[in-house]
């Protein structure tokens, strides 16, 4: 399918960009970073054991046991995109075409499938604390939930620091209303009730786009994701901590080929391959909160 290029006749150096937030959930990605080299599975080491006995002054200690399993993490996500721009149409943009295309497809395409698919499949784990009902109205409905979901986490002995609290931008602006004002002063003629923590968690807005608890990844030429319509229900907020999850990447590799270098065109050629997975652990799934829609 041939590109649709707008020649420009005059240069004006600005760019109509879409506007799109950038990477979400990059704000837990772990502290060590899976190496996936020859191969596409990592192991994580996994223990149990008992707690204490009574101590016998005749036969000594109770004797226990250590079980040690590897948990196995496999990749399943192995996506990927080709497209050109001819090289006169790059000229005939000013040189803005080739570059803001590539950039412009990593911003607004690649980074919200990530996302979207992380958030869905940490929605989807038996066994984290899970609650579903009626959207959120009102701000005292959105501070309520929060609480119970911070209880829940305390009583699973979740540790509180490094929590990170995922939230609609409806929710944030409801809890904003509820439990977040700032008031101005005679010295103090700024009024800013925005937020960046909240009850010590670090607080990150999710466009409802891509906070959804099932999508559908596209195979075909169309590309992206889309919410899973039999099963997919909107996330009004999720807590998690980090060390409950892994994401892991093993290739994220654009390759570009300048039009000297493209045996089969006369065009700047992008390639993007991106291969990656996330996982909640078996013995950390009580690090993870959902609050969900019923719809």
């Known amino acids: 399918m041939a590109n649709s290029i707008a020649l420009i006749t005059k240069y004006i150096p600005l760019l109509d960009e879409v506007y799109k937030t950038g990477a979400l959930t990059s704000t837990i990605d772990g502290k060590t970073k899976p190496s996936f080299a020859g191969a596409n599975t990592i192991k994580i080491f996994k223990t149990s054991m008992q707690g204490l006995a009574n101590y016998s002054r005749n ?3 109770v004797s226990g046991d250590i079980t040690a399993t590897w948990e196995t993490l496999t990749l399943a996500q192995d996506r990927g995109r080709q497209f050109q721009l001819d090289n006169m149409d790059d000229e005939e943009t000013a040189g803005l075409g080739f570059g803001t295309v590539a950039s412009e497809f990593v911003r607004t395409q690649v980074t919200p499938e990530v996302d979207a698919y992380r958030f869905a499949k940490y929605a989807g784990t038996a066994g984290i604390g899970t609650v579903a009902g009626a959207a959120l109205a009102t701000g005292a409905a959105v501070l309520a939930a929060i609480d119970n979901a911070t209880v829940s986490l305390d009583d699973a002995e ?5 929590r ?3 939230l609609t931008p409806t929710c944030y602006n409801l809890l904003k209303g509820q439990a977040a004002t700032r008031f101005a002063t005679m010295q103090d003629s700024t009024i800013n009730r925005n937020f960046n923590q909240f009850d010590n968690m670090k607080v990150v807005m999710v466009p409802q786009t891509r906070f959804y608890t099932q999508i559908d990844l596209v195979a075909g030429a169309a590309g992206g994701f889309i919410k899973n319509v ?3 229900k909107n996330i009004n907020f999720m807590i998690i901590h980090p060390s409950a999850i892994v994401q892991a990447v093993k ?4 390759r570009v080929f300048a039009p000297k270098d493209n045996q089969t065109a006369d065009a700047w050629k992008f390639d993007l391959r991106l291969y990656h997975d996330a996982f909640v652990l078996d ?3 009580a690090g993870i909160f959902l609050h969900k829609a019923i719809v």
């Open 283 to 285: 013995n950390k799934t």
């Open 158 to 162: 979740v540790p509180s620091d490094g």
């Open 164 to 166: 990170v609290l995922f």
């Open 230 to 232: 039999a099963a997919g």
């Open 59 to 61: 036969s000594g200690f």
């Open 251 to 254: 290739i994220n590799q654009p």
